[in-house]
């Protein structure tokens, strides 16, 4: 049996259209979802032309269980969940029972397809050192990842600077817990302890230069299009050592998912949807978020598959 999905074809603006695939074969320890509403994120967008022609793209879907995981693990048919896993953008999506968690009943399917790659990725990071009282540093803070980290930056009682693209950018970010918004980092004066960088290239070597001894940068993305070329005896630092570490670890993100539907149930995560639309305006959509016309996330709604 056939399906709709959303596939990458370098032939069209933006390398992806909706086509026909067939329907997912899931592993004894995978479920099969009813996909509801999925999420864009800028790095899948940007490099969607880069996949073989015909991939079903994305990660982030929300929707309704159909199929139970054959190996009796994982929620059952009819359960609310969230899901990460590669395939999202499709009406239905084998994924694993380890990367899903069950949406609770106050919170919104499609405010729960916004969370999963940019907030295990906002939440990992921020969890890599303590913060409590700390100066924590975020730069591309109007997107997904940043909104996200700078509210849970807060409540972790951190001091957090937002760093934005222009002061347009900066708009609502002191509502969602950032302690300063600057644009750039040249009017940051004091050292900080840890930095999320989604900018990358000469961004990231100058945040390098506010790094505190003993602080890391986590290098989460590169919306840059520029290297990062760091000078002579620049990395270089005397006391405890600074660090650059990069991130990618999305392996068996289940029960993280399951904190960030909590704090968006209790209302200390607002999931930050700016655009919401059908999946029929894929091309429109991701435009408008590689032209930085989003502030936050894009959540498209997907058409029902076919019964039967």
């Known amino acids: ?137 975020i730069t591309g803070a109007a997107g997904g990842v940043g909104r996200y980290a700078i509210q849970m930056a807060a409540l972790g009682g951190a001091h957090v600077i937002a760093s934005v693209g222009s002061a347009a950018r900066g708009k609502g970010l002191t509502e969602l817990g950032a302690d300063e918004v600057v644009v750039g980092l040249a009017s940051i004066d004091r050292p900080v302890d840890l930095i999320l960088d989604t900018v990358g290239g000469r961004q990231l070597t100058t945040a390098w230069q506010l790094l505190a001894p003993g602080g890391d940068v986590q290098s989460i993305g590169w919306a840059s299009d ?10 270089f630092s005397l006391g405890p050592a600074k660090t650059i570490s990069t991130f990618g670890d999305v392996h068996e993100v289940g029960p993280d998912l399951a904190t960030l539907l909590g704090f968006v149930a209790t209302g200390r995560l607002s999931p930050e949807v700016d655009r919401r639309g059908s999946w029929t305006g894929i091309t429109e959509a991701a435009q408008a978020l590689m032209d930085r016309r989003i502030a936050g996330k894009a959540v498209l709604d997907v058409e029902p598959a076919a019964a039967g």
């Open 226 to 235: 520029e290297p990062a070329v760091f000078a002579p005896h620049s990395l």
């Open 1 to 137: 049996m056939d399906m709709r999905a959303l596939v990458v074809d370098p032939d069209v603006p933006g390398s992806l259209r909706l086509g026909t695939v067939a329907e997912p074969r899931p592993a004894p320890g995978q479920l099969v979802l009813e996909v509801r509403h999925i999420s864009l994120n800028r790095g899948e967008v940007a490099f969607a032309g880069r996949l073989p022609a015909g991939t079903v793209h994305g990660y982030d879907a929300a929707g309704v269980v159909v199929h139970a995981a054959a190996d009796g693990t994982g929620p059952a048919v009819g359960t609310r969940v969230v899901a990460f896993g590669a395939g999202a953008w499709a009406q239905r999506m084998a994924v694993d029972t380890t990367a899903v968690a069950e949406v609770p009943a106050q919170v919104d399917l499609a405010d729960a397809a916004a969370l999963p790659m940019a907030g295990i990725s906002a939440l990992r990071t921020l969890r890599s050192r303590p913060i409590l009282g700390r100066r924590v540093l």
